[in-house]
């Protein structure tokens, strides 16, 4: 089956945790994760890695020495990223709002998200972004994408520093926020 119709299925079975009916498109995922430098091992979190389209990326692009933990809840996504063959990713079957019960304080160098923050309940939001603030290294990144801009000012009341970019070339087009710790 092609993996762009076994997202929309698992998807539409699941709209209110997926927030999306298709995986993000290539163009997306490339300016989420540009910034992620190369040269140096890097301690990364992935916070709804859905079927992979965003860790694949992080993968190819990171360092030998880097790790990646992808934290997912959907369990037809889990098996899937369970297929992805790296020693440098962990898959934790576990929600974003248990990131500190597997993160020290300043222990990370960025977060990804591909979270669908506005359909995550509000409380559960603040607390996922709280542990993410908390578990990045001074000057640590969080990049989070939105196809609207509904949480840009919740995001400035976490981080330092938010900045957002945009792209066409996703369905829906997105919204990039990059927000330094
Ligand atoms: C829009 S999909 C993103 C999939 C993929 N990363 C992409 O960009 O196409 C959102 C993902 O977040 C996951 N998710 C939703 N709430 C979550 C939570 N509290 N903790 C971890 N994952 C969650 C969903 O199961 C889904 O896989």
Redesign the pocket.
């Known amino acids: 089956m092609p993996q762009s119709w076994s997202f929309f299925r698992t998807a539409v079975k699941?709209f209110r945790?997926?927030?999306?009916i298709a995986?993000?498109s290539k163009a997306l995922v490339k300016k989420l994760i540009e910034p992620l430098p190369a040269d140096r091992p890097l301690r990364i979190v992935e916070?709804?890695?859905?079927?992979g389209?965003?860790t694949r990326a992080i993968l190819d692009r990171v360092n030998a020495e880097s790790h990646v933990t992808a934290?997912?809840?959907?369990t037809t996504?889990i098996d899937v990223l369970h297929q992805i063959e790296d020693e440098r990713l962990s898959v934790l079957p576990v929600?974003?709002?248990q990131l500190r019960e597997y993160f020290e304080e300043n222990s990370v160098d960025y977060v990804v998200s591909?979270?669908?923050l506005s359909m995550?309940p509000k409380e559960v939001k603040l607390e996922i972004l709280r542990q993410a603030q908390w578990v990045l290294k001074p000057g640590g990144q969080f990049f989070q994408y939105q196809y609207a801009l509904q949480d840009y000012s919740l995001l400035k009341d976490y981080f330092g520093r938010v900045s957002v970019s945009f792209t066409m070339a996703n369905l829906p087009p997105a919204f990039i926020y990059s927000c330094i710790g």
Request: some cysteine.
């Open positions: 699941n945790s997926t927030g999306a995986s993000s916070l709804g890695p859905g079927d389209c965003v934290f997912e809840i959907n996504f929600g974003a709002e591909s979270l669908p995550i």
